[in-house]
């Protein structure tokens, strides 16, 4: 994996949208302050490819994606692997809630010499390439397809972060080991072995299906073919010998079929002629009509009758006056008596709302009689109340009035004040005012009321006599109408006279309607009994016709008896001819029918001798059994030829079977995966070695045994020590030198997509002192130089970073970190 162009926006400490262009850069160093976000550019790698980075602590640490108050984090990594070009892309977002999750996730095949400074002009999604991965799951798989290294290995040998850098040295064997199965490959021959073996099953499963189809094809050897053949040779014959019997067999039922149909044809003309009988009633259905006729004229003569006394009774009742004229008259005088008793209970009523009329207003006047004492009353009760005031003001200047003193009012001296009355003369005064005042109000108010009641009985007095002259007029205006009537009981009595002959009117319409349904019934019997009679003749003319080809006599069309006599009579005696006739016709029908069951007799012999039923169509049976005998034949020939094509898979069965079996056992062993291991580890052992005896001067060596991993140290007289007992200079030396010698060693040997094609160092050059600086750097040099990797280290040691030609200056402010690419 070669990083080509890393995008960040809200990411950590990179608030603001930067970019890291690692083109060209294929020996680089991220330089800065200590804090600045070097390391967060290697965690943005991590993170765009596997979600998640060393330090955060796991995928729970996702929150940390996020730079202070942003809600959302994006990075973006264009890289290489294996030759193709890929983007990683990765969002996260803070919820309404808090809560940080990942948005999005996605991977796309770049199209082969995209320019990704194409990715400067807002491109979307659409316009990068090939989506391979969508969601976060689908990440995993596709990062692991193209990078070839889960995230442990990743952060184990291509970048590796602050506090891992030694993690392959210490790793325990078992994980070392897995390391560079991935890394070389080596898992592929487990997986060829897992699919010998599913080969091997599937081969032996179709093996054992061939057995199974081998054992059900029995009975397929020559012998059964033989025996298949001569059946089919022995059914030809015998449709030859059937097919020459047919015709014969054809022959005599023809002449058995012929001599029956003339027994037939006569059979059916003796049962035609014996049918001719005349019907039942023949003589009567002429009868029938004249009586039906006779009934039709009487009918139609008893309407006539009615419909003369119904003229009659109509010009009566015309001459019998205008009945309505008569009933408007009688009419009147009801409305009349109506109108007279209304006039005088109108009258009455008048006369009773005139004396009620008069008291009220008598009433009235001593209501207002009664008012007018009342205000009188008051008007005293207020004069007595301003003189109450006047002698209680009097009362109140003598309380203070001495015998002899001047009096205040009149300035003249009092020789003898008067005594002081006792109460108050105004409170008095007004509770008289006050029981005036209330029956001044009631007066007012009955005069009210009467004046009310006096005006309604006006009202009511004046509707009365309007009704009174409306009545008046009503019975002047029938009187008018009257005058030179007949009396009522005149007018009842010509009205009595129009209702009796307007009933027997109605009985005479009623006659008539009857006596002309009688009419229409005698007609309908008229045209059923003519129809009878036509029926008749026309079953009579249908039979007759029927014997056409026998010649019958003419008939007479004025009597139908005759006529069904003189045919009857026909027809019998040629009934009696044709009898002598049937005896030789019978004797030949059984001649050829036993003509015909002889042959029939000698064809059922051949079937039966053939091992075949017996059947109606005899030459269809044949036909159908050499087809059969045909079928069976090619039934076995296609079986042998199965059986010979399975007895050939079977054998190719067999020897893929014990070939797949032959190599899932081999690889079983893991003989060959053991020992292309510790060839690999011994190249790394050994470069690693090489690179160390240069860190450390000649000091140490590197070795391994079962696994472990040991320094040979040369100036302690060549005594082998354990990793973990070397001190921090030194296992920073060792593991620098086992990185670099993964990058370098192992890489060609890959056979995956697991290729180092890159390595990032996060670690420890301040500690390391000048010498050993120098030749770190002079080491970083020369595998950088060969330019079939990237190298790139992070570090805050000037000394080191100004021997590395492209320099990524990491800074940062208050707001956000930036980076600025110099160097070459």
């Not at 002889?598 to 039966?608: E, H, K, M, Q």
Request: aromatic share 4%; proline share 3%.
């Amino acid at each position: 994996m070669r990083p080509i162009r890393l995008d960040m926006a809200g990411f950590t400490v990179f608030r603001d949208e930067t970019t890291v262009d690692f083109t060209d850069a294929d020996f680089f160093a991220l330089v800065g302050p200590t804090g600045s976000g070097k390391s967060t550019v290697l965690d943005a790698i991590c993170f765009a490819l596997y979600g998640t980075v060393p330090r955060w602590g796991g995928a729970r640490g996702i929150a940390n994606a996020l730079a202070p108050s942003a809600a959302e984090a994006r990075v973006r990594l264009v890289f290489e692997s294996a030759g193709a070009r890929y983007v990683a892309t990765r969002v996260v977002r803070r919820d309404s809630r808090g809560n940080v999750k990942t948005a999005s996730a996605g991977m796309q095949l770049m199209p082969s010499g995209f320019d990704v400074t194409k990715l400067d002009t807002g491109l979307s999604p659409d316009d990068l390439g090939e989506v391979i991965a969508g969601t976060p799951a689908e990440m995993d798989d596709a990062v692991l397809e193209a990078v070839g290294l889960p995230y442990e290995q990743f952060t184990s040998c291509v970048v590796l972060p602050q506090g891992q850098f030694a993690d392959f040295l210490h790793a325990k064997p078992a994980t070392r080991q897995q390391i560079l199965v991935n890394l070389l490959g080596l898992g592929v021959y487990e997986e060829v072995q897992k699919r010998a073996t599913a080969r091997a099953a599937q081969a032996e499963a179709k093996l054992e299906a061939v057995d199974q189809l081998l054992a059900g094809l029995t009975d397929v050897d020559d012998e059964a073919f033989a025996r298949a053949t001569e059946q089919v040779d022995r059914m030809r014959e015998l449709a030859g010998a059937v097919s020459a019997a047919v015709p014969e067999l054809e022959a005599a039922r023809s002449a058995a079929r012929e001599a029956t149909a003339a027994l037939d044809a006569l059979d059916t003309e003796l049962a035609v002629l014996g049918a001719v009988r005349a019907p039942a009633g023949v003589a009567e259905v002429a009868a029938a009509v004249t009586a039906a006729r006779a009934e039709a004229e009487a009918a139609a003569t008893a309407v006539s009758l009615a419909e003369e006394r119904e003229e009659k009774l109509r010009g009566e009742l015309a001459a019998a006056g205008d009945e309505s004229g008569v009933r408007l008259l009688l009419s009147a005088y009801a409305d009349r008596a109506k109108l007279a008793a209304q006039a005088n209970a109108v009258r009455a009523a008048v006369d009773a709302l005139g004396a009620e009329h008069d008291a009220a207003a008598r009433a009235l006047a001593e209501a207002r009689t009664a008012a007018e004492r009342a205000e009188e009353e008051l008007a005293a009760a207020f004069r007595a109340h301003e003189e109450a005031k006047a002698a209680d003001q009097a009362a109140a200047l003598r309380a203070h009035l001495t015998d002899g003193a001047a009096c205040p009012v009149c300035e003249q001296v009092v020789p003898k004040v008067p005594a002081v009355p006792a109460g108050s003369a105004v409170a008095r005064a007004v509770e008289a005012g006050k029981a005036a005042r209330a029956a001044s109000e009631a007066a007012r108010r009955v005069v009210q009321e009467r004046d009310a009641a006096a005006r309604e009985l006006d009202r009511a007095l004046l509707r009365a006599r309007a009704e009174q002259d409306g009545l008046r007029a009503r019975l002047a205006e029938l009187d008018g109408q009257l005058a030179g009537a007949a009396t009522a009981e005149a007018l009842r009595e010509q009205l009595a006279e129009h209702a009796r002959l307007r009933r027997a009117l109605d009985e005479a319409a009623a006659a008539v309607r009857a006596g002309r349904e009688a009419a229409r019934r005698a007609r309908g019997g008229v045209d059923a009994a003519e129809e009878r009679l036509r029926a008749a003749w026309r079953r009579f003319d249908g039979t007759r016709d029927g014997l056409a080809r026998f010649g019958p006599p003419a008939a007479d069309r004025d009597d139908l008896a005759a006529a069904w006599t003189t045919l009857a009579d026909w027809a019998g005696a040629e009934a009696r001819r044709r009898e002598t006739d049937r005896a030789g016709l019978a004797g030949a029908v059984g001649e050829a029918d036993a003509a015909a069951a002889a042959v029939a007799s000698r064809i059922d012999g051949l079937l039966t001798d053939a091992g075949l039923p017996a059947s109606g169509d005899p030459v269809h049976a044949v036909t159908v059994a050499v087809e059969r005998a045909d079928a069976e034949r090619r039934r076995l020939r296609e079986r042998r030829e199965q059986a010979a094509d399975l007895r050939e898979q079977r054998a190719g069965h067999e020897r893929q079977a014990q070939v797949a079996r032959a190599l899932a056992g081999h690889l079983r062993a893991n003989n060959f995966e053991r020992w292309l291991l510790a060839e690999a580890l011994d190249l790394l052992v050994d470069g690693a070695s090489r690179i160390l005896r240069e860190l450390s001067g000649g000091q140490y060596d590197l070795v391994h045994d079962k696994g472990e991993f040991f320094v040979v140290d040369h100036h302690d007289a060549g005594l082998r020590r354990g990793v973990r007992t070397l001190s921090g200079g030194e296992t920073f030396q060792a593991s620098l030198a086992l990185a670099l010698a993964l990058s370098e060693q192992l890489a060609g040997m890959s056979t995956t997509a697991a290729s180092l094609e890159s390595i990032v160092l996060d670690e420890g050059f301040g500690t390391l002192d000048a010498a050993t600086l120098d030749t770190v750097a002079a080491t970083l040099e020369n595998l950088a130089a060969r330019g079939d990797r990237m190298v790139g280290v992070v570090t805050h040691v000037q000394a080191l970073a100004e021997r590395i030609p492209v320099r990524f200056e990491v800074r940062k402010d208050a707001r956000s970190a930036r980076v600025e690419r110099s160097g070459r």
